[in-house]
């Protein structure tokens, strides 16, 4: 067997470095120029070193890694050839950018010296990505013994850079020909660098003014210990990780439209960036308002005061005697809103419901098992059928902000690519997501609730890939015949209705079962609710397609 060529030898260095640094997954796109890194990485999964996830479409492959990285917390390797290949991957690294993810962008190259000369399969890769990256590390094509040892050192540099600041890193390789030989050794190299520098002291918060903790997307279970301990509201959206707790207020938004409720906030302490109403920035652009913004371990800060609030890397309630009766009247409200509790007599209590209140009811609930699904009864079940063992993926649809203004309080993990709230990678996100759970041992189901355009924008992401794990992923299609989110739009009162259908609503017939059948997949169609629940209660092994019409 011939020795490793110094393209070789250098990425087995790189990927064996950031293996001993924590590495877990890569993600890989078959290519001719990046096949150092993707059989480095290859032998280091055989060896059991990490998990390896090959996807032929590097669009898809960029969020299975940005699925993988969020579940985890952990940085996720993507590798890809040279050319458009690396610009696939630009929409799963601006959502990364946006939402503070790390990941690892490995984008191979031809040698420095062929950009700008029409070579083909080249263009200028360093800095493709713009701001969306932390850093862009240009690697020249590797010549000596002393290069390939410098790998040691870009891996650790590169690392460092993405958990520090929790995003994406461009790792740009320039590789010159000859591009394979014998793999090098699949071993990781060195342990974990030194631990950060510890945390600044919090911010104090007394108690006084009548507050409120708002919680947007991946602000975490932080945000609900903070409410509980200074005894305020706690405005939690669906996928904040802190949408539970006897602090919490689901019905936040009609609340904040409320003289007698939002009218009276004074001030107003943010954690993580929220998306799903309009009512929580028009709070915070109040003047009179107190606005603490509780900074983001990545990404950007979310700030429409027009930069007057202040901006702390972390808070802590001093203790204090709160006004109870501040908290208790927004809680109550939106739990009267939400009717939470049961209204159902339970047995054995002196008001005990007659036989004939018990058949009323019975027919009743028979009935609504037999109704088709609306919108807020499939929220509604998928909230309900997941667990803490689950994962909740929820694309940017119009129904995640159903779920937002509908269900009670629940500590799930909840996960939605709100950076920019776009439809894109969503299926391929909670691949991700489902493949990191699996990695750790644990069982559980992972949902992804999305609607019928951003389930077809993705379908690519149903190709298995061989190799894996299986996973348990059910993939929910809310099908109300195009983006119906659309129709909130003023235009459409004004606008052609032939021309919104076609250039908005966007309308498309599919053979879901098809579809399911083409990739693998289980397929259901959902006709009633007592179906719904029957699916989602008692999810098959493996992955499945369940479709569900709606009005």
């Not at 006897?246 to 998306?275: C, K, M, N, W």
């Not at 989110?485 to 966007?506: N, Q, Y």
């Not at 289980?522 to 179906?531: C, L, P, Q, T, V």
Request: aromatic fraction near 4%; charged fraction near 20%.
């Amino acid at each position: 067997m011939t020795d490793p060529s110094p393209a070789g030898a250098a990425a087995a260095r790189l990927l064996a470095r950031l293996t001993g640094l924590g590495l877990r997954h890569v993600v890989v796109s078959p290519g001719s120029r990046s096949q150092a890194p993707a059989l480095a990485a290859a032998a280091l999964a055989r060896a059991g070193e990490l998990q390896l996830h090959v996807r032929i479409d590097e669009r898809v492959g960029g969020f299975t890694a940005l699925g993988l990285a969020a579940e985890s917390g952990v940085p996720v390797a993507v590798i890809v050839t040279s050319g458009t290949a690396v610009a696939e991957l630009h929409p799963a690294v601006l959502e990364a950018h946006h939402a503070g993810v790390p990941l690892l962008l490995l984008t191979a190259d031809r040698p420095a010296e062929l950009r700008g000369t029409g070579s083909n399969q080249t263009t200028v890769q360093p800095g493709m990505f713009g701001v969306a990256v932390a850093e862009v590390i240009d690697v020249l094509a590797p010549a000596t013994p002393e290069d390939v040892a410098a790998a040691a050192a870009v891996a650790e540099h590169a690392w460092s850079i993405a958990t520090t600041l929790r995003q994406p890193v461009q790792v740009n390789l320039s590789y010159r020909e000859p591009l394979s030989g014998a793999v090098a050794s699949a071993e990781p190299q060195g342990g974990p660098l030194p631990a950060p520098r510890p945390a600044p002291d919090p911010l104090l918060i007394r108690s006084g003014p009548r507050t409120v903790v708002i919680a947007g997307d991946r602000a975490g279970e932080g945000a609900e210990a903070f409410a509980r301990a200074l005894d305020v509201p706690l405005l939690a959206e669906v996928s904040s990780g802190a949408r539970f707790g006897p602090q919490l207020v689901g019905a936040y938004r009609p609340l904040l439209d409320d003289a007698d409720f939002g009218g009276r906030i004074e001030r107003a302490i943010v954690f993580g960036h929220p998306t799903l109403s309009r009512q929580v920035p028009q709070l915070l652009a109040r003047p009179e308002v107190h606005t603490i913004l509780v900074g983001p371990p990545g990404g950007e800060w979310f700030d429409p005061t027009s930069g007057r609030a202040l901006r702390t890397a972390a808070v802590a309630a001093e203790s204090a005697e709160p006004d109870r009766s501040w908290r208790g009247r927004w809680v109550a409200a939106s739990r009267a809103m939400l009717d939470e509790t049961d209204d159902v007599p339970y047995a054995g209590r002196p008001d005990e419901p007659s036989a004939r209140e018990r058949r009323d009811h019975q027919r009743t609930e028979l009935a609504a098992l037999r109704a088709p699904v609306t919108r807020r009864a499939l929220v509604d079940a998928v909230w309900r059928a997941t667990w803490p063992h689950d994962r909740l993926v929820v694309a940017a649809s119009r129904l995640i902000r159903e779920m937002d203004a509908a269900v009670p309080g629940k500590r799930i993990r909840v996960l939605a690519n709100r950076g920019l709230a776009g439809i894109d990678g969503t299926v391929s996100t909670a691949t991700g997501v489902a493949l990191a759970l699996a990695g750790t041992g644990r069982a559980g189901t992972t949902r992804v609730l999305l609607g019928d355009l951003a389930m077809l924008h993705d379908a690519g992401a149903l190709l298995r890939s061989p190799g894996e794990p299986e996973v348990r992923l059910q993939v929910i299609v809310g099908n109300d015949g195009g983006g119906t989110i659309f129709d909130s739009l003023e235009v459409k009162e004004t606008a052609d209705p032939t021309d919104f259908e076609r250039v908005l609503r966007t309308p498309r017939e599919v053979d879901y079962a098809a579809l399911a059948a083409a990739y693998g997949w289980e397929h259901h169609r959902i006709d009633s609710r007592g179906d719904l629940d029957r699916v989602l209660t008692a999810p098959a092994p493996g992955r499945s397609l369940v479709v569900v019409p709606l009005s």
